[in-house]
Every structure is written in C-alpha cells, then in structure tokens.
C-alpha cells in the first residue's frame, strides 16, 4: 500500500519492465484530418516495454512482439 492509499500487488512491482530493441516501424498513425503522425522510435532503437500487451508474430521459429506505438513506455537512451 501506498503512501496515498493506493494497494500495488507484489506482481506489479517486483519484476523489472522488459526493454527490447525495435526492429521495424510502419510509417505512422493517420489522425482525423488524414495527416501521417510519424513514429516516435525507429529501428534499432532501445524501448522500454509493459509487462503486458502486444501481439505476439511467429515467423518461422522466431516469435516477434508487435506494439502500438502509444503502448511504448521510453525510448531508452545509453
């Protein structure tokens, strides 16, 4: 339990954030007027990744982890 009352399961906050290294990105999201938004990592970049969520690609014997860009938590700079 928090200091303002907020109960965090020891599931939520005893395993590190998975980080990962961006592979591919798409050109971007359309928002309402039909612009492209451009992607905020690039490949080869290092990310920071929830503990849940993405989609998981198997190609071939190698499974790949497809996230929405709003999904990424950092951009992990060394």
């Known amino acids: 339990k928090t200091a303002t009352g907020l109960f965090l399961p020891t599931s939520a906050t005893s395993a590190p954030l998975p980080e990962?290294?961006?592979i591919s990105v798409g050109?971007?999201?359309r928002n309402k007027a039909g612009e492209i938004i451009?992607?905020?990592?690039?490949?080869?970049?290092r990310v920071l990744?929830?503990?849940w969520?993405?989609?998981?690609?198997?190609v071939g014997?190698?499974?790949y982890y497809l996230f929405k860009?709003?999904?990424?938590?950092a951009k992990i700079k060394e």
Request: proline share 10%; aromatic share 0%; glycine share 16%.
């Open 38 to 45: 451009p992607m905020s990592v690039n490949a080869g970049d």
């Open 61 to 63: 014997e190698e499974e």
């Open 27 to 29: 050109p971007g999201a």
């Open 69 to 73: 860009d709003s999904e990424i938590l």
């Open 53 to 58: 969520g993405g989609n998981v690609i198997k």
């Open 49 to 51: 990744l929830p503990g």
């Open 20 to 22: 990962a290294t961006v």
